[in-house]
């Protein structure tokens, strides 16, 4: 599966981006998460949602409340909504599928096998 994040770009502290993730094949059985690297920094989890959609999702503490992930599995696309947006959320943004399908919940980079190329997300002071 391919998979290819839009939607990033430059914005001022408290505004808003919407990045998208379009991915090849079917995602309707897996996990699909939002992970950023920051620049020096290692890649860490920002959100995921379950196979199952709905309410079942986590989000980091960094970006509870401000952030927001959905999926439309008809389209193959997950989408994370960012707002309020703050100089520490600069970073890359990547979307990754699960592993195996039907997985359970967990903010693990390992539990992840596919990974599009990022999104540049950058937030001015």
């Known amino acids: 599966v391919q998979l290819v994040e839009s939607g990033g770009g430059l914005v001022q502290t408290g505004g808003s981006l919407k990045l998208s993730c379009a991915a090849s094949?079917?995602?309707?059985?897996?996990?699909m998460g939002w992970f950023r690297q920051a620049p020096g920094k290692e890649r860490v989890f920002v959100s995921v949602?379950?196979?199952?959609?709905?309410?079942?999702?986590n989000y980091a503490d960094s970006v509870r409340g401000r952030f927001t992930i959905s999926r439309d599995n008809t389209k193959n696309i997950v989408s994370l909504q960012m707002n309020n947006l703050r100089p520490d959320d600069t970073a890359v943004y990547y979307c990754?599928?699960?592993?195996?399908?039907?997985?359970?919940?967990?903010?693990?980079?390992?539990?992840?096998?596919?990974w599009g190329q990022g999104t540049q997300v950058t937030v001015s002071s």
């Open positions: 949602i379950s196979w199952g959609g709905g309410r079942n999702a």
């Open positions: 990754a599928r699960g592993r195996i399908p039907f997985g359970v919940v967990r903010p693990a980079s390992e539990d992840y096998g596919y």
């Open positions: 094949s079917s995602i309707s059985r897996y996990n």
